[in-house]
């Protein structure tokens, strides 16, 4: 997701598209190892068809390298990636279509964004709208945009802000027909990502955990029943574990 974000703002899309494409990329690695498809290819490619799902145009093939290989050297724990190699125009769009065909064309995301706008208009508190904002983005970096619906993220994100400014929100909240209950405990799985955070260094231990995925020959030797076969030209091998 980090990784997505920052080719996100080096490609100068909009935050709804890198949204979607952390949905996408999330979803693909859900049902198959990372070592099927090599990371960085399928962060473009879910950018590539988050762009267009979002009708915000085609991302030219020189221009999405170009911002892969900035970013990749921009982050000390990308080094494990291979920054020397640029991607064809057809290996996007053969993992574009192999996204397609693991998500069952299946395209269709719904973001807190828009009830979160919905919300603060309704609140009369606009100004809360920029912190709810960026804690509904950050909520990306984590399972928690699949693990709730995208109103009752929304609704925890708007909570946290108020509390943070100091505005008494309870008497709204105390009129919709929403379990606040189910709001607290949202909020509280965000802010135990947060607290996680504090403790997690990118630096030190994303690392060890990219580098494992070079290690594909133990992995494939350990799970060799249950193997489905994937493009051979999405990665170095060319078989990937089944569900």
């Given amino acids: 997701a980090n990784f997505i974000r920052s080719l996100g703002k080096q490609l100068n899309v909009h935050q709804q598209v890198i949204a979607t494409a952390t949905v996408f990329f999330k979803r693909f690695y859900l049902r198959n190892s990372f070592s099927a498809v090599e990371p960085r290819l399928m962060a473009a490619a879910a950018m590539l068809l988050a762009n267009k799902v979002e009708e915000c145009g085609v991302i030219a093939n020189a221009k999405l390298n170009s911002a892969i290989t900035v970013v990749v050297k921009s982050k000390p724990y990308c080094e494990v990636f291979r920054v020397e190699k640029s991607f064809s125009a057809a290996l996007f769009v053969e993992c574009e279509f192999f996204l397609l065909e693991m998500m069952d064309c299946c395209m269709v995301v719904f973001h807190p964004y828009r009830p979160l706008m919905q919300y603060v208009n309704d609140i009369g508190q606009e100004d809360r ?39 008494n929100c309870q008497q709204w909240f105390s009129e919709l027909s929403i379990d606040f209950e189910k709001i607290k405990e949202v909020t509280r799985d965000i802010l135990d990502m947060y607290r996680q955070w504090e403790s997690f260094d990118a630096t030190k231990d994303v690392p060890a955990i990219l580098q494992k995925l070079r290690d594909r020959k133990a992995y494939k030797a350990a799970h060799s029943d249950a193997v489905v076969s994937v493009p051979s030209s999405l990665e170095d091998g060319k078989r990937v574990v089944a569900d």
Wanted: proline share 8%; with cysteine; aromatic share 12%.
């Fill in 129 to 167: 709208l920029p912190l709810a904002w960026r804690i509904v983005n950050d909520t990306y970096r984590s399972s928690i945009s699949f693990n709730y619906p995208p109103y009752m993220i929304a609704l925890a994100a708007l909570h946290m802000a108020c509390i943070i400014h100091g505005h």
